[in-house]
């Protein structure tokens, strides 16, 4: 790599806290580090992916790199100063959970020099008493109270938190230490908000191991329009699994990113190198309505979470619904995706026009649908059609479809039987 890692990741936006005296000491040595995802659900999203992002840096320059699925840790639920206890889930279901998460583990992280673990191999074994006498004596509790969680959580306004939540960081702190010990990890990488936890493995190592430690946290990712933590909508959160945000949304959702975020954007959750950021961005500021960043950008992700073939076929989809693609492109795949997000019917060939428009949905009545057609606001397959056009074969597109469209955005799909 010609760039310094503590380069690029100052440069992307990666860098916050760290107990590194300097962070070039990333640069003067190869650490064996550790991150980890607790499997509260079968999906990560994309805040969880901006952390996975900052992963491949860390791989890309000679990092070696300990993917943790936390069984253990899942078990219990990762606390916050603002939620109740959270709902524990069963093994059936956790285990379902963690099967999902490494596989977008070895997803993302495809090619890269990993390995994965499972901190419920070890906490199984684990004598409650024998932890409390080799880890817990170890513990101060000013240390355990002095969590921001905990405050807020026992304050005036919190809603109180059980003895297992409670513990959380220092379970979280011991797969620290095992991983020091049996995997020679000296660093932990995480988002800001774990902070708190991480420190807790590093003061069991100093305190036990007589040994030094690092954590490397990166910012939360922000959306600057509203505020907020980034990858919420309306909707929910913004998930990497196609079952939970489908990847015509999951593109969507970047494509639709504003202008003021897109350049940090493209920083933290594309592989692109500077010189290509730089000249994107280039070409965006002279022409911003083109939304070549955003367009850029969603390609980049879409690719990286669910491949190159499934980024080709939501871009077709996209190109097609907003004028811009050729109807012909469009392959039996594209149109499976589309029937799973448009209105989906069955039309008889040489059927006129204003039946199938009613039949369809589109329209509510016979005469609305020919004040539209009237309109020229009746499209097939991106052409414009008039009352007398009837559906033919011959219009068709992958395996006997037509795309119909009612003014700028109300579209259905139609089956030729």
């Not at 994965?116 to 355990?144: A, C, E, S, T």
């Not at 908000?193 to 490397?216: F, K």
């Amino acid at each position: 790599m010609n760039t310094a890692l503590s380069q690029e990741l100052a440069w992307r936006g990666f860098s916050y806290q760290t107990t590194l005296d300097d962070s070039a000491g990333l640069d003067k040595k190869k650490f064996t580090f550790y991150w980890g995802v607790d499997p509260s659900s079968d999906s990560m999203t994309i805040g969880n992916l901006a952390i996975a992002m900052m992963v491949r840096h860390f791989i890309d320059h000679g990092h070696k790199a300990v993917l943790l699925v936390g069984g253990a840790t899942g078990l219990i639920g990762d606390p916050d100063g603002k939620s109740k206890e959270r709902r524990l889930l069963s093994e059936e279901q956790l285990e379902h959970n963690k099967q999902q998460i490494i596989k977008q583990y070895k997803t993302i992280f495809a090619g890269q020099d990993f390995q994965i673990v499972d901190n419920q191999d070890w906490f199984k074994d684990i004598n409650y008493i024998d932890f409390l006498r080799d880890v817990g004596k170890h513990v101060p509790m000013r240390q355990m109270l002095g969590r921001d969680f905990v405050s807020a959580r026992l304050g005036e306004e919190g809603s109180g938190i059980s003895y297992a939540e409670f513990s959380y960081s220092l379970i979280q702190g011991y797969d620290f230490l095992h991983l020091f010990r049996t995997k020679g990890v000296t660093l932990q990488v995480c988002g800001s908000d774990q902070w708190g936890n991480s420190i807790a493995g590093v003061e069991l190592i100093r305190r036990i191991e007589n040994q030094e430690a690092h954590i490397w946290s990166a910012p939360l990712v922000i959306n600057k329009t509203t505020g907020e933590k980034f990858g919420k909508t309306e909707g929910g959160a913004v998930w990497l699994s196609a079952e939970k945000t489908s990847p015509y949304d999951f593109y969507q959702f970047w494509l639709n990113v504003d202008d003021e975020s897109v350049e940090d954007f493209l920083k933290i959750y594309t592989l692109l190198s500077k010189d290509e950021v730089e000249n994107i961005l280039s070409e965006f500021r002279v022409d911003p309505g083109a939304r070549k960043a955003q367009k850029t950008l969603a390609r980049e992700v879409t690719k990286l979470v669910h491949g190159e073939e499934e980024a080709e076929s939501v871009e077709r989809i996209t190109a097609c619904l907003f004028g811009q693609g050729d109807y012909a492109e469009l392959t039996t795949k594209d149109l499976g995706a589309m029937k799973k997000m448009l209105p989906a019917y069955e039309a008889k060939k040489d059927e006129d026009i204003i039946g199938v428009l009613a039949s369809s949905g589109l329209v509510s009545s016979n005469s609305e649908a020919r004040r539209m057609l009237a309109q020229n606001a009746i499209s097939v397959n991106g052409k414009t059609v008039d009352e007398n056009y009837r559906i033919q074969p011959s219009d068709s597109v992958a395996a006997g479809h037509v795309i119909l469209k009612k003014g700028k955005n109300k579209y259905a799909v139609i089956e030729l039987k």
